[in-house]
């Protein structure tokens, strides 16, 4: 997003998709290339996704000068034009990471039978070379490659390990086979070192499959968010409706939306009525009220009327795309560990090849003759043994175990990163509906009202008379004393004369009695006296839950509290949480009333509230500017932005698709 003040250089972001790194540091050469490059303010490569995120002056730079320097670091890198969506970036991603895991796949099985059959006993040194050649030759070639075009471009590599260590081995091995009685002669035992060559490839190679496919489940968050906005339009023009592609429709342009279906894009309400879920978007399970002026998102859920709307935000400029974006930018992003290993990385690969000279040096000048060649010998075997096989073996196996073991315990865990910054976490925030709360509307409580005390208005009565006339409305409220209703196994009633009060609530005929269920506006109209419930009214609302009237024959019978009720574990997951020294946080897009209840209730050490997606994202990261790590626990859409940047995103597994594939560890039960 351009920026410009008087005074202040213009930024502008960039993405450029790059191919071919294989390490931490292949993307931290690519990262340190691009933050020497003029006019670049910014830069972050990652290595999951494969792609840099680049902010740059535009009167300095431009992107097409910024592929260029990736490319001259020897890795790959494609401008996507404008008219690239979303959605075809990743078709194309995923096109190539299914021929990259296949590959992989073919490469791996070759290098494992021939490893396997590497280890027979008294297998000639012709045969074993046999099967050497074709593992490198073929499977490994790409470690090699990779490795000279580092060297060309001065730096190296993890791929340089790699080659470096088995190529040494293969080479002396081959001489060894080749000249077999030379060594004899010289006393040299004649040590041929193709096994260790063909385990380390198969090994690696195993390691490369692992992560291409995790890779390859980067995105899915994202197709979860693509897929929630319906693919067509129904647009008003010349006073008919046409069904048009999403792509076609243009600002101003008038749009129907019928019951049931999903809002198409962001505008403002023309005509019509109707309750909106934006849980998608605030959490909040309880749909809002929509009438002309109003304003309406994409993606969010029309329940229970049909209304018109003029779109004021279009393509990337919705809230939904908005979502997308941040958690592009957050996945994107790097932690600090990952910051550290990218430092480390850079010297580790130096490090090693001079501690091979240097042993070649030693033993050339102290050894035994032939000096050179036990140096040789030793040199060969220094990088054989810091060549990272068990990189390849004891990480996968170590992710594998553990992910496993967590899998039994309902605790699904993505890799290894996120087993290891869990140990860090300090702060703790969680999303309210849904994760602390049930995520929808029950009944809390059942207030008769003393204006009238009658046998015939005992609660079951008045439950059964309410729930009789609710049966007919969409309404979640009424939904939630429907339930209650079912809970008790109190029967229900036939309904007639069925009225639905947009906003404020609903009136039927139950057994010959009028029954009204709704909200102060609607008793208001019906000239029903509230006051002998109004303080329990405030109360209730108080304490964050909200208050419904039910009158019957125009006279209060009863005010119900609805409420998202706390998880029966809430709490005592929240004492635990704190027995362990964690400070708990919790983030939501409810009303502040509500939000302190439920804060009070659990025993969180802060509330905040009524924050969007964006502003839970900013939250989070002004936790992690201080310094400090943060696990964020959500289960919703709106959630999924702040998931991805939290140092761990723990996702609840009853939640959203999105906030699941966001998330870092997913909690089943």
């Known amino acids: 997003m351009p920026t410009a003040e008087i005074g202040v250089p213009t930024v502008e972001t960039c993405t450029i998709p790059v191919s071919g790194m294989t390490c931490a540091s292949c993307s931290g050469r690519v990262q340190r290339t691009l933050e020497k490059t003029p006019g670049v303010s910014a830069a972050n490569v990652n290595l999951m996704t494969g792609s840099a995120t680049i902010d740059y002056n535009p009167s300095t730079t431009t992107p097409e000068r910024l592929v260029d320097a990736i490319r001259e670091t020897g890795y790959g890198a494609e401008l996507p034009t404008r008219s690239d969506s ?81 190529g040494a081995a293969f080479l002396f091995s081959a001489t060894v086979t080749i000249a077999h009685d030379w060594f004899l002669a010289r006393g040299v035992a004649p040590q041929v070192y193709y096994e260790a060559v063909v ?27 693509i897929g929630l906005r319906p693919p067509t339009a129904r647009v008003v023009r010349d006073d008919l ?5 999403l792509s076609e429709v243009s600002v101003g342009d008038v749009v129907a939306v019928r019951p049931g279906e999903a809002i198409p894009l962001d505008g403002v309400v023309l005509d019509g009525t109707s309750h909106v879920d934006e849980s998608m978007l605030t959490g909040e399970p309880v749909p809002v009220h929509k009438g002309p002026g109003d304003q309406v998102v994409g993606a969010t859920l029309n329940r229970n009327g049909a209304f018109r709307f003029r779109v004021n935000r279009i393509g990337q400029d919705t809230v939904l795309s908005q ?51 036990h140096g040789l010998v030793a040199a060969v075997t220094v990088l ?7 990189m390849g073996l004891a990480v996968p196996t170590a992710v594998m175990v553990a992910t496993g073991r967590g899998a039994e315990l309902g605790v699904l865990i993505r890799g290894g990163e996120a087993l290891e910054r869990t140990g860090d976490i300090d702060v703790v925030v969680f999303d309210k509906t849904g994760t602390i709360t049930e995520g929808r509307p029950a009944v809390g409580s059942l207030h008769l009202s003393s204006a009238e005390p009658s046998a015939d208005l005992e609660e079951r009565r008045v439950l059964q008379l309410a729930a009789s006339a609710e049966r007919s409305s969409e309404h ?22 069925f009225e639905s009060h947009t906003g404020k609530g609903v009136a039927a005929v139950v057994a010959g009695c009028r029954v009204a269920v709704g909200n102060l506006k609607l008793m208001g109209e019906l000239g029903v006296d509230v006051s002998p419930a109004q303080s329990a009214a405030e109360r209730l609302a108080h304490e964050g839950q909200t208050p419904v009237y039910i009158a ?63 502003g839970k994202l900013e939250e989070i990261r002004r936790i992690q500017e201080q310094g400090r790590s943060v696990a964020m626990v959500g289960d919703g859409l709106n959630d999924a932005p702040a998931l991805a940047q939290a140092d761990i995103g723990i996702a609840m597994g009853g939640g959203t698709n999105v906030a699941i594939e966001a998330g870092t560890i997913t909690l089943m039960r």
């Not at 396997?116 to 090699?144: C, D, E, K, Q, S």
């Not at 390859?216 to 968010?225: N, S």
């Not at 690969?349 to 003759?369: H, R």
């Not at 079912?486 to 004369?497: C, G, Q, S």
């Open 86 to 166: 979303t959605e075809a970036m990743l078709d194309a991603q995923d096109e190539s990471r299914a021929v990259e895991i296949q590959d992989l796949q073919r490469k791996f099985w070759v290098s494992f039978v021939a490893a396997v059959l590497t280890m027979l006993p008294n297998l000639p040194h012709y045969l074993l070379l046999g099967l050497t050649l074709p593992v490198v030759g073929w499977a490994g070639r790409h470690f090699y490659t990779r490795a000279w075009v580092a060297f060309r471009h001065r730096t190296a590599d993890m791929n340089t390990l790699i080659a470096l260590g088995t």
């Open 199 to 225: 385990w380390i490839i198969a090994l690696i190679l195993l390691g490369n499959l692992l992560e291409a496919r995790a890779k390859a489940r980067t995105w899915d968050a994202l197709r979860r968010l």
């Open 241 to 245: 409706e046409q069904q048009i592609a």
């Open 323 to 373: 979502i997308i974006r941040l958690v592009q930018q957050a996945q994107g992003s790097k932690p600090a560990i990952q910051r550290l290993a990218d430092r480390i990385s850079a010297i580790f690969v130096p490090i090693v090849i001079s501690v091979a000279i240097a042993t070649f040096v030693l033993w050339f000048v102290l050894g035994p003759p032939p000096a050179y060649l």
């Open 384 to 390: 054989i043994i810091a060549c990272p096989c068990a």
């Open 476 to 497: 979640p409220l009424g939904e939630a004393i429907v339930l209650e209703a079912e809970r008790r196994t109190i029967p229900l009633l036939p309904a007639t004369d």
């Open 552 to 614: 019957i024959d125009r006279r209060l019978a009863a005010l119900v509290a609805i409420t998202d009720p706390v998880k029966p574990n809430s709490p005592e997951a929240m004492r635990h949480l704190k027995r362990l020294g964690l400070e708990l946080v919790m983030l939501t897009g409810d009303d502040r009333r509500t939000a302190e209840a439920v804060g009070r209730a659990v025993g969180v050490d802060r509330v905040v509230a009524e924050v969007q997606p964006a």
